[in-house]
């Protein structure tokens, strides 16, 4: 087949090659689950969503005295939910599902604006999901998978807005930067896009009216939400944005520390990686580009250890909101509201480890992933796309300030790269307690600028429809 037949096949079929690669690789990497290991991941955090779900499922709303404040979003959907009376499995299951959804949707709006677009994001997607953290992600009972979704649906919405400048892309670009906010407290940082889009418009003489009343709709959507579930009248998580004010004036302060404070500081440093900023900036530096054991590798150490070993589902002596309450004193129910429907005790030691025995080589599906993911590590393919993510990143923001080619493919990738920055530079200064997972929910982004890099930048495959749109000129 000519190169032009195939150049033609693509650019017809990208979106259903797209989308095709991301069903079968979801499949691939997380149907074993489902079908052998049907254990998902729980932990503190994991009783203080499920028991904010249990508030609003029992009407007690606004939840008013809460040991430590969290974002209603995530237990709002683990309420939605629970009306359904589905188990934690099935909980996790339309987590994955929201999940596929989110990536193929994002992969049609890439193909509709770029040439192989489909192709480009689903590649990158592809790469993000056969990752041991995103596997994890999905399958735990935290918000880190639907607020991935959220970012997932954000890029989507940026390039549709920026390749057809139309109205109604916007709306949804806001509209998912919402949800992102009602995920995760951090979410509210993603407001500064659409801020960004509306000064751009007005300083190039543009119409803002209808653009800035969507954006203080979400504002107020935000602020009726946090008033009719928690009694606030505040945009975003407003103990979190205090606490961590708090943490940056504790941190860099110079003043004597109290006995309790240190006591605090020196649990902090034993949950989080490093010490110092400069010492989490190198650790998840490492942390990318270092093999990992595969999911269903190191699932034994995680899930296992939790749900079997340490029998967490029924151990009295469990505690939540940052070891603050013990689970059973502060809801006597909560247990029977969160694995109602799960025999949990089926999940014997025999049985359990014979699924994951790796040395014997039980379960060839699992073990597949295992490998999969191991020939990856041995192609070193992360230095080559962490390379090309800084690359691309460094030479749009020469073409874009220096150069002055402000297109939508610039912006497009500045702003990609913006979201992922925001997560590294930010909240290893701002959160007491950084943890890689907060990285790894936007890390997706890392492979797709790669991946964009890779087809925009060498001449050969400049493969984009209109790659020189300039908004400015626009208007």
């Given at each position: 087949?000519?190169?032009?037949?195939?150049?033609?096949?693509?650019?017809?079929?990208?979106c259903?090659?797209g989308?095709l690669?991301?069903?079968?690789?979801m499949?691939f990497t997380h149907a074993p689950?489902?079908?052998?290991?049907?254990?998902?991941?729980?932990?503190?955090?994991?009783?203080?969503y499920?028991w904010?779900?249990?508030?609003?499922?029992e009407?007690a709303v606004p939840?008013i005295?809460?040991p430590?404040e969290?974002p209603?979003?995530?237990?709002?959907?683990?309420?939605?939910?629970k009306?359904?009376?589905?188990?934690?499995?099935?909980?996790?299951?339309?987590?994955?599902?929201?999940?596929?959804l989110?990536?193929?949707w994002?992969?049609?709006k890439?193909s509709?604006h770029?040439k192989?677009?489909?192709?480009i994001?689903?590649t990158a997607?592809?790469?993000?999901?056969?990752?041991?953290h995103t596997?994890?992600?999905?399958?735990?009972l935290?918000?880190?998978?639907?607020?991935?979704?959220?970012?997932?649906l954000?890029?989507g919405?940026?390039?549709t807005y920026?390749?057809s400048?139309r109205?109604n892309?916007?709306?949804?670009?806001?509209f998912?930067?919402w949800c992102?906010m009602?995920?995760?407290?951090n979410?509210i940082?993603l407001?500064?896009?659409?801020?960004f889009?509306?000064?751009?418009?007005?300083l190039?003489?543009?119409?803002?009216?209808?653009?800035v009343?969507?954006?203080v709709?979400?504002?107020?959507?935000?602020i009726?939400?946090?008033?009719?579930?928690?009694?606030?009248?505040s945009?975003?998580?407003?103990?979190?944005?205090t606490?961590?004010?708090?943490?940056?004036?504790n941190?860099?302060s110079t003043?004597?520390?109290?006995k309790s404070?240190?006591k605090?500081?020196q649990?902090?440093?034993?949950m989080?990686?490093?010490?110092?900023p400069?010492?989490?900036f190198?650790?998840?530096?490492?942390n990318?580009?270092?093999?990992?054991?595969?999911?269903?590798?190191s699932?034994e150490?995680?899930n296992?250890?939790n749900?079997?070993i340490?029998?967490?589902?029924?151990?009295?002596?469990?505690?939540m909101?940052?070891?603050?309450?013990?689970?059973?004193?502060?809801?006597?129910?909560?247990?029977?509201?969160?694995?109602?429907?799960?025999?949990?005790?089926?999940?014997?030691?025999?049985e359990?480890?014979?699924?994951?025995?790796?040395?014997?080589?039980?379960?060839?599906?699992?073990?597949a992933?295992?490998?999969?993911?191991e020939?990856?590590?041995?192609l070193?393919?992360?230095?080559?796309?962490?390379?090309?993510?800084?690359?691309?990143?460094?030479i749009?923001?020469?073409?874009y300030?220096?150069?002055?080619?402000?297109?939508?493919?610039?912006?497009l990738n500045?702003l990609?790269a913006?979201?992922?920055?925001l997560s590294?530079?930010?909240?290893?200064?701002m959160?007491?307690?950084?943890q890689?997972?907060?990285?790894h929910?936007s890390?997706?982004?890392?492979f797709?600028?790669?991946v964009?890099g890779?087809?925009?930048?060498?001449?050969?495959?400049?493969?984009?429809?209109?790659p020189?749109?300039?908004?400015?000129?626009?208007?």
């Amino acid at each position: 087949m000519s190169k032009q037949r195939v150049s033609s096949f693509l650019e017809k079929y990208d979106c259903r090659i797209g989308v095709l690669a991301l069903v079968f690789v979801m499949f691939f990497t997380h149907a074993p689950f489902f079908l052998y290991i049907p254990v998902p991941g729980i932990s503190m955090d994991t009783f203080q969503y499920f028991w904010f779900a249990k508030q609003i499922f029992e009407g007690a709303v606004p939840v008013i005295k809460q040991p430590v404040e969290i974002p209603w979003g995530y237990p709002f959907f683990l309420y939605i939910t629970k009306l359904l009376n589905l188990s934690i499995v099935q909980i996790v299951f339309m987590q994955t599902i929201f999940f596929l959804l989110a990536c193929s949707w994002t992969v049609s709006k890439f193909s509709k604006h770029i040439k192989y677009g489909g192709v480009i994001a689903g590649t990158a997607l592809v790469l993000f999901i056969l990752q041991p953290h995103t596997i994890r992600h999905n399958v735990t009972l935290y918000s880190e998978s639907l607020y991935t979704s959220a970012l997932i649906l954000i890029c989507g919405s940026m390039v549709t807005y920026l390749y057809s400048q139309r109205f109604n892309a916007f709306i949804f670009l806001v509209f998912s930067i919402w949800c992102a906010m009602l995920i995760r407290p951090n979410g509210i940082l993603l407001l500064s896009i659409p801020f960004f889009f509306i000064l751009q418009t007005m300083l190039n003489g543009g119409k803002t009216l209808n653009y800035v009343l969507v954006f203080v709709s979400a504002l107020l959507l935000d602020i009726a939400g946090n008033f009719y579930f928690k009694g606030k009248c505040s945009i975003g998580d407003s103990d979190r944005i205090t606490h961590v004010i708090n943490n940056l004036l504790n941190r860099y302060s110079t003043k004597a520390v109290h006995k309790s404070e240190s006591k605090r500081i020196q649990t902090d440093a034993k949950m989080t990686a490093s010490k110092t900023p400069g010492e989490m900036f190198s650790t998840y530096f490492l942390n990318f580009i270092t093999a990992k054991p595969s999911f269903y590798y190191s699932i034994e150490a995680t899930n296992y250890n939790n749900l079997v070993i340490n029998n967490m589902p029924d151990d009295t002596t469990l505690r939540m909101f940052d070891s603050r309450v013990y689970v059973d004193s502060f809801c006597t129910d909560l247990r029977l509201f969160i694995f109602k429907g799960y025999p949990h005790a089926r999940f014997n030691s025999l049985e359990y480890s014979s699924n994951l025995d790796y040395n014997m080589h039980k379960n060839k599906w699992m073990y597949a992933t295992h490998l999969v993911y191991e020939l990856i590590n041995k192609l070193k393919f992360h230095y080559i796309i962490y390379l090309m993510f800084w690359l691309t990143a460094l030479i749009t923001f020469y073409k874009y300030f220096i150069n002055a080619e402000r297109g939508a493919f610039q912006q497009l990738n500045l702003l990609l790269a913006f979201i992922h920055f925001l997560s590294l530079f930010l909240l290893p200064f701002m959160h007491g307690r950084f943890q890689l997972r907060y990285i790894h929910v936007s890390e997706f982004i890392v492979f797709l600028n790669a991946v964009l890099g890779v087809y925009y930048y060498f001449p050969r495959y400049s493969f984009y429809r209109d790659p020189k749109i300039n908004l400015k000129s626009q208007g």
